[in-house]
C-alpha cells in the first residue's frame, strides 16, 4: 500500500518585519504609498512586489510585512512621512507569527478551519477570520497561502494546521 502524504506543507517564515501603519487612509493614502514603495491596496485587498506586501486590515488599518532587515528604515520613513497626521506607526514583528500553507490541497487544509468559501476567495484578497477559534489573517501566495496570526498562539496554530493536513483527511471524496 502507497503511503500517504499530507494534504499540505506547514512552514514557520521567519525574518519577516510587521509595521501597523493607523491613519485616514483617505487623507494619507499616496504617504503611506510613497513610504511603503507599495500601491495602498483596496479594501479586504492585499498587494505585494518581491518580499514586501501591504494588506488591508481595517478601514484606518494596513500592515506593512518586509525583511525585517528593512524594518528600521521603513518605521523612519513612515513616521517622516505621516509627520502632521493623527497616526499610528508601530513595529508589531514581535506579537505575530507567520506560516505558509502550500501544496496542492492547501486549499482543503483552510477550508476545515475558516468559513472562507475559498472557490470565490480571489488573489489579491486578505481574508480576516478565524481559523477554528484562532484570530487570523491569510491571503494566497504561490503554490498556497500565507497567514498570520498573534504569536501567543503559535504552537496551537501549528498542530491546528497540522492536524488539518493530515493524510487521508480530504473534505472531498478521493
Do not use: N
Not at 130 to 143: E, N, S, T
Amino acid at each position: 500500500m502507497a503511503e500517504m502524504t499530507a494534504l499540505a506543507r506547514v512552514t514557520r517564515v521567519e525574518g519577516l518585519g510587521m509595521v501597523t501603519i493607523r491613519a485616514d487612509l483617505d487623507r494619507a493614502g499616496d504617504a503611506i504609498a510613497g513610504a511603503s514603495g507599495l500601491p495602498l491596496p483596496g479594501r479586504v485587498g492585499i498587494v505585494a512586489e518581491g518580499d514586501r506586501a501591504l494588506g488591508w486590515m481595517s478601514p484606518d488599518e494596513l500592515l506593512l510585512m518586509l525583511p525585517h532587515a528593512e524594518l528600521a528604515d521603513a518605521l523612519t520613513d513612515l513616521r517622516e512621512a505621516l509627520r502632521g497626521e493623527a497616526s499610528l506607526v508601530a513595529d508589531v514583528s514581535d506579537m505575530r507569527c507567520v506560516f505558509d500553507l502550500t501544496g496542492e490541497d492547501a486549499d482543503q487544509v483552510l477550508a476545515k478551519l475558516s468559513p472562507t468559501d475559498l472557490e470565490m476567495f480571489p488573489p489579491g484578497a486578505l481574508r480576516r477570520t478565524r481559523l477554528a477559534q484562532v484570530p487570523a489573517a491569510f491571503w494566497r501566495i504561490p503554490g498556497g497561502f500565507r497567514l498570520i496570526a498573534f504569536r501567543s498562539v503559535e504552537v496551537y496554530l501549528r498542530e491546528l494546521l497540522e492536524t488539518a493536513a493530515a493524510p487521508g483527511t480530504w473534505l472531498d471524496p478521493r
